[in-house]
């Protein structure tokens, strides 16, 4: 049975490595049960060169999250028995430089909470210690603040965070299942983001204040795009908008 999860505050230390010639390598790629942000997506569909429609039709389960009511995207094992990732080989991670943000935080977890006073976050971090893990037994010491600068995850956690505004938003005002268009409307905006690119390009955000400079940015710019679709699904599903898509 796992440990339970050790909270920590980004400032406390912990001893953590990861090494290819340990021998738990590549073990905490089994047993699959792997969520994917819409910031993961976008970083892996660009490492492997296909277009984020393409990547969700072979590598992803989509399903709707029992509590948030939201659209979720999970990665699709590569086999039904030991539930492997797909981009796990032998000699480790074939898109390591673009790993989903649980892969890249591990072995810390972290969640945020919202004030619906305040609308501040704050955030909480968890030390995961699973017993096939022998990573705790060296390497160096290093606070929270230090692992997710050194793993490259503040990019991951503030594009994740856009999407923790609108689940937070989504939950006070309209608690429960998404409707089939509000299902439809986030899948394209967060997940098929060249998808959304396509209706940009169309004329999609046309009588929003949406600036052209920002349009452009969002049909060149991966991210920039991904922006963009948060805050044009935040008006049209929490401030009134409508939309002929």
Not at 64 to 73: A, D, L, Q, T
Not at 201 to 217: D, F
Not at 227 to 232: A, D, I, K
Request: proline residues 6%; hydrophobic residues 35%; aromatic residues 8%.
């Amino acid at each position: 049975m796992n440990q339970e999860p050790i909270p920590l505050s980004i400032d406390d230390r912990f001893r953590f490595t990861c090494d290819k010639n340990g021998p738990c390598f590549n073990d905490c790629c089994r047993d699959l049960n792997q969520f994917l942000t819409p910031y993961d997506i976008l970083r892996i569909k660009r490492r492997l060169g296909l277009s984020s429609s393409q990547f969700l039709e072979r590598y992803a389960h989509r399903h709707i999250g029992p509590r948030s009511g939201f659209p979720i995207v999970s990665l699709m094992p590569n086999d039904p028995v030991e539930l492997s990732c797909p981009f796990v080989t032998r000699k480790g991670c074939s898109i390591y430089q673009d790993r989903p943000t649980s892969c890249r935080l591990y072995p810390v977890a972290r969640a945020v909470t919202r004030s619906r006073e305040t609308e501040k976050i704050t955030e909480h971090f968890a030390l995961i210690k699973e017993p096939f893990c022998k990573g705790f037994d060296e390497g160096r010491v290093q606070t929270v603040r230090e692992w997710i600068t050194n793993q490259g995850a503040s990019p991951y956690i503030r594009m994740n965070d856009l999407l923790m505004e609108l689940i937070a938003l989504k939950n006070r005002l309209y608690p429960g299942d998404m409707d089939l268009k509000a299902q439809r409307l986030f899948n394209l905006a967060c997940y098929d983001i060249d998808g959304f690119r396509d209706h940009v390009k169309k004329g999609l955000l046309n009588g929003l204040p949406v600036n052209e400079t920002e349009i452009q940015a969002a049909i060149s710019d991966d991210e920039k795009c991904l922006e963009l679709g948060h805050r044009w699904l935040k008006r049209v599903l929490f401030e009134g908008e409508t939309t002929e898509l």
